[in-house]
């Protein structure tokens, strides 16, 4: 029998690696995306990332455990590599589609190119950052059970000790745990998603307006 406290804290051993992995992945794929987007070079960095992605996360990991030793190294690594590029790639595509006459007016007024990623292209691409992080999310938590394969702890526990004793029923609960886990989170970042992206209601509020006026005149 499973108590509520052993479940707590296999789900927070879960959020910790999966936390650090998403971390690390934006320490490195958030500057990258916003160069890659701001100066239009670099875009072989994008290609690459998505190029890694091809890699299982359980064999990369394998191969790591045998070249590093086991820890909490190995299993990192791997979903870095599963977080990176998501992030890099959204990132960068969000900078990148800032409206040029926003962009030439901005530079037109003197601001640095520190002033103008962060004053007028970031907000412009936080939509799409977000979506990129949604994306990292949801691929890094259901990935992260591959960190009880060496002998770490987190929701995979569940699902390795299951198969090793024959109790799938302790299987379907780590499978169900992991799901819930990647749902509350991805529900999580689409309010975030929601409050960084501009209002329909606005827009759709000006239009009429614009339009009246055209008739006046």
């Known amino acids: ?3 509520t406290a052993t479940v707590l804290l296999r789900v927070l051993e ?21 160069y890659i987007g701001h100066t239009g070079r670099g875009s072989w960095m994008i290609a690459g990332a998505n190029a890694l992605r091809a890699l299982p996360s359980l064999g990369l990991m394998t191969l790591l455990v045998l070249l590093i030793g086991a820890g909490v190294v190995p299993p990192t690594i791997a979903l870095v ?8 790639s959204n990132t960068a595509a969000g900078i990148s589609v ?3 006459a926003a962009v030439d007016a901005a530079r037109a007024m ?7 990623l962060r004053q007028v292209e970031l907000p412009i691409a936080l939509p799409l950052v977000v979506s990129g992080f949604r994306a990292a ?11 009880a394969f060496v002998n770490l702890g987190g929701i995979g526990r569940f699902i390795f000790d299951g198969l090793a004793l024959y109790d799938y029923g302790r299987v379907v609960l780590g499978a169900v745990l992991v799901a819930a886990v990647a749902l509350a989170l991805d ?11 501009p209002g329909r209601v606005g827009r759709t509020r000006t239009r009429p307006d614009s339009a009246n006026e055209r008739v006046g005149e």
Do not use: N, W
């Open 187 to 197: 529900g999580a970042l689409a309010l975030v998603a929601r409050a960084v992206t």
């Open 1 to 3: 029998m499973i108590d």
């Open 110 to 116: 003197g601001m640095t190119d520190r002033q103008l």
């Open 98 to 100: 800032a409206d040029p």
């Open 81 to 88: 590599i599963l977080a990176v590029p998501p992030i890099l």
């Open 14 to 34: 879960h959020l910790g690696y999966s936390g650090l992995a998403l971390g690390i992945a934006a320490l490195i794929a958030v500057p990258l995306g916003l």
């Open 137 to 147: 999310v949801l691929q890094v938590v259901a990935t992260a059970t591959i960190a």
